[in-house]
């Protein structure tokens, strides 16, 4: 564990945040666009309803 090494001090590191916030942002809005794709598909039913009737139907 002794090659461990500092991070950068300057604009280098501060460019290299901007980069990672401006990436995790990206990916949290896709991340949530996706998550309301998938809910938004089901059109408010559950996995009970969406599965085959039910024996008493029909008869």
């Known amino acids: 564990m002794t090659g461990r090494t500092t991070p950068p001090k300057g604009p280098a590191a501060?460019?290299?945040?901007?980069?990672?916030?401006?990436?995790?942002?990206?990916?949290?809005?896709?991340?949530?666009?996706?998550a309301r794709a998938r809910a938004g598909t089901?059109?408010?039913?559950?996995?009970?309803e969406t599965q085959a009737p039910d024996k008493n139907e029909g008869s």
Do not use: E, P, V, W
């Open 42 to 48: 089901d059109n408010g039913k559950t996995a009970d």
């Open 14 to 34: 501060d460019s290299r945040k901007d980069r990672l916030k401006a990436a995790l942002k990206a990916n949290m809005a896709r991340r949530k666009a996706q």
